[in-house]
Each structure stands twice: as structure tokens, then as C-alpha cells.
């Protein structure tokens, strides 16, 4: 049991940490390092990888968690589930949006993925620290 605990514990950490730097450190980056019409070409190329990482981590993290906490296990679950839909409908719609020069349409998609990845990113916190405790 403790080395599912242990398992469980780091590939959650991994989940939270990497959606962590992406969100709050790598996209922010670009925008001040690039360019914005280069950096927005780099965030769209990047975040089809960045949610196939959320997907695998997320689930990797809750079959560890199912031997530990079920409740965390299925918390750990739905972020990847519901990260599908994000990314293969929500994501290709923030696209066209910006394709087509919608901007109140980008903006409303645009912020409903904002509030995905943050509470993705606070309910793999939340599985981190009861997986800790």
C-alpha cells in the first residue's frame, strides 16, 4: 500500500505541477517573449500536447489513487474526462472563433477554458493534499 501511496502522491503532483507551469508560467511567458502573432501560433500548437497531458496524467494519477482514496481517484478521473471535451471541442472553437475575427465569441470560449484549467488545476491541489494526508 505504500508504494501505491507514494505513486499516487507523486503522479498527482506531477498533474498539479505541470498544469501549474503551462497555465501560469509557460503561456504567460511566450506572450512576453515572443511576439504575439508568434506566440499565439506556439499556444495553439502547444495546448493539443498540453491536454493529452492533463488526459494522461490525470488518469495515470487516479488508477494510482484508487488503491488510496477513492474519493480522489474519482475527482482525478473527472479532470480527464472532462478534459476530452475540452480539448477536442472547446479548443478547436476558440480557434475558429479567432480565425474569423469573432472576438466576443473568442473571449467568452477563451474564458470558459481559463475556468477549466483552474479548476482542474485547484481539484488536483485539493486531490494532492488529501492524498498527503
Do not use: C
Request: no cysteine.
Amino acid at each position: 500500500m505504500a508504494l501505491m501511496q507514494t505513486a499516487s502522491l507523486l503522479l498527482t503532483a506531477g498533474l498539479f505541477g505541470g498544469m501549474l507551469l503551462f497555465a501560469g508560467g509557460f503561456a504567460a511567458f511566450l506572450f512576453t517573449a515572443l511576439p504575439v502573432a508568434q506566440a499565439r501560433m506556439l499556444i495553439r500548437l502547444a495546448f493539443p500536447h498540453f491536454y493529452l497531458f492533463v488526459i494522461a496524467a490525470a488518469l495515470l494519477a487516479a488508477g494510482a489513487a484508487a488503491f488510496v482514496d477513492t474519493l480522489a481517484a474519482a475527482i482525478l478521473a473527472a479532470v480527464a474526462l472532462s478534459t476530452v471535451p475540452t480539448r477536442q471541442l472547446l479548443m478547436p472553437a476558440i480557434n475558429r472563433a479567432t480565425d474569423a475575427g469573432q472576438k466576443a465569441r473568442f473571449a467568452r470560449l477563451h474564458g470558459l477554458s481559463v475556468g477549466v484549467t483552474l479548476l482542474h488545476i485547484a481539484v488536483a491541489g485539493w486531490a494532492l493534499v488529501r492524498l498527503a494526508a
